[in-house]
């Protein structure tokens, strides 16, 4: 007899299910799969696999295509000079699908990103969330950055916004941003515990939550502030 609860053979099940899943989507993330072909991977259907990754991971399977495919395309920006190659090696069909992932995941265009912010404004700040401080960091099309402090100070973060954007213009509102935050955070005690996907509202800023929470190290404990 022992005092240890058991895990529950269900939750084993699920977290290999999604495992799997996510392998999957990393190995064909060039070829875009469709939400069926995931779903077939793991002999789920589409319905039942999507409320499956979207509770074990935080975003939905399509966001998270959405995510890698933009950092691949990153990468190939950064190692090219050209945007058109750069369109077809990401396995995307035109570059105004290139500019549509980036303007709708890093609110900047895919020129702006690789001249590294000539003739962007940048508004920047830090905020409370529910997460404990951040900083936020926007363009006028949205959310372009979003690190935590947890185990950072300040001055380390802003080094690191000007070392993505050296050529854009940086302005700090904090004022502003705390407003920012309020619209999409719901400061409310009856969502404490609340989902992720639930609990911060619009798919820029859910992104960037998402990839701020799994930066966090390993074994550091999140809770809501």
């Known amino acids: 007899m022992t005092d240890k609860k058991e895990i529950n053979p269900q939750w084993s099940l699920d977290y290999e299910t999604v495992e799997k899943a996510i392998y999957f989507i990393k190995k064909n993330h060039e070829t875009r799969p469709s939400l069926a072909d995931i779903a077939a991977s793991v002999n789920l259907s589409e319905f039942h696999f999507q409320k499956l990754f979207s509770r074990w991971v935080g ?7 959405q995510f890698l495919t933009k950092e691949y395309a990153k990468k190939l920006l950064d190692d090219s000079g050209n945007i058109l190659d750069a369109t077809y090696d990401a396995g995307l069909s035109s570059p105004g699908r290139l500019h549509d992932l980036f303007i ?12 590294r ?3 962007l404004e940048i508004v920047y700040g830090v905020s409370p969330s529910p997460f404990g401080d ?5 363009t006028a099309r949205g959310i372009c950055a979003l690190k935590f402090v947890r185990g950072n100070t300040i001055k380390e973060l802003l080094g690191h916004l000007v070392s993505q954007w050296p050529k854009a213009s940086l302005k700090m509102d904090h004022k502003a941003i705390k407003n920012l935050a309020g619209l999409v955070f719901p ?5 404490a515990g609340a989902p992720l996907h639930l609990y911060v509202k619009g798919t820029n800023f859910q992104i960037k939550v998402w990839e701020a929470l799994t930066k966090i190290p390993l074994g550091s404990t999140v809770t809501y502030e």
């Not at 400061?187 to 969502?191: A, I, K, N």
């Open 59 to 65: 975003i939905s399977p399509k966001r998270f295509l």
């Open 104 to 115: 709708h995941c890093e609110a900047v265009t895919p020129g702006e990103y690789k001249s």
């Open 117 to 119: 912010g000539i003739g």
């Open 134 to 138: 951040c900083m936020i960091a926007h």
């Open 187 to 191: 400061f409310d005690d009856q969502w």
